[in-house]
């Protein structure tokens, strides 16, 4: 089952422009990460927030995590035509599994359009 | 390095018949992942294998659903007897060892599309 949601389904804004995606999720976390998807294909790594971090920058994105309100937000600034895909959050459980494996549980995700 | 890769890309089959999908992973990752995406739906972990081991298995992973990783490396994921409802993206993920910088991160590869008729 879906750990949470994100939060706008969809999202279309003009290049240039920031995009902010929310992300909630239901249980005790180790990790959350952020993947993006462009249209029907694998997801790219962007980020990884630990349950201790609040906030952590990486080029153009800044995430923010808030265990007491078992969410986090994606900030993409200076957004552009490339950044057009889904974005999903992904928590990584407390409960480790065996062998050190971690199930990641996505969410929804967001459709980000950036137009020209 | 060359990525995770996926065979086939796409498959397209009928009702009833067996299909296999081959996972290649990053080749220093010990443990492997399969993931169920449908449309509009984030992934839905299926398996996780460390090394050859298969370590946990999803409960929507039903008794038609099968997966290896004989030698460690590759991993194949069959299905048999498939139904309308297994229509979907198959992703597989790769990860380094415990204690490996992004240790972590799963890298996935481009998936496979079963379309079921």
């Known amino acids: 089952s879906q750990q949470g949601e994100e939060d706008p389904q969809a999202l279309s804004i003009q290049e240039g422009e920031n995009a902010t995606m929310n992300c909630s999720y239901k249980?005790?976390?180790?990790?959350l990460q952020w993947y993006r998807q462009n249209s029907g294909r694998g997801l790219v790594h962007l980020i990884l927030?630990?349950?201790?971090?609040r906030e952590k920058h990486s080029g153009r994105l800044r995430v923010t995590l808030d265990t007491s309100k078992k969410s986090s937000s994606l900030l993409i600034t200076a957004s552009r035509a490339a950044d057009t895909a889904s974005y999903f959050c992904?928590?990584?459980?407390?409960?480790?599994?065996?062998?050190?494996?971690?199930?990641?549980?996505f969410g929804t995700g967001t459709q980000l359009k950036v137009e020209l | 390095d060359t990525g995770v890769s996926q065979n086939p890309r796409h498959k397209i089959t009928k009702r009833g018949q067996n299909v296999t999908f081959r996972c290649d992973p990053i080749?220093?990752?010990?443990?492997l992942y399969w993931y169920r995406q449908t449309l509009g739906q984030g992934p839905e972990f299926l398996t996780y294998?460390?090394?050859?081991?298969?370590?946990?298995k999803s409960r929507l992973l039903s008794d038609r659903f099968s997966a290896e990783r004989p030698k460690g490396s590759f991993s194949t994921l069959e299905i048999q007897r498939t139904e309308q409802g297994d229509s979907a993206m198959y992703l597989c993920?790769?990860?380094?060892?415990?204690?490996?910088?992004?240790?972590?991160?799963?890298?996935f590869g481009p998936g496979t599309r079963l379309t079921v008729l």
């Open positions: 993920a790769s990860s380094p060892r415990v204690g490996s910088r992004a240790y972590n991160e799963q890298f």
């Open positions: 249980t005790s976390i180790n990790n």
């Open positions: 927030i630990r349950s201790n971090e």
């Open positions: 992904a928590t990584d459980a407390l409960t480790i599994l065996t062998g050190g494996g971690n199930k990641l549980t």
């Open positions: 080749s220093e990752h010990n443990r």
């Open positions: 294998f460390q090394n050859e081991a298969q370590l946990e």
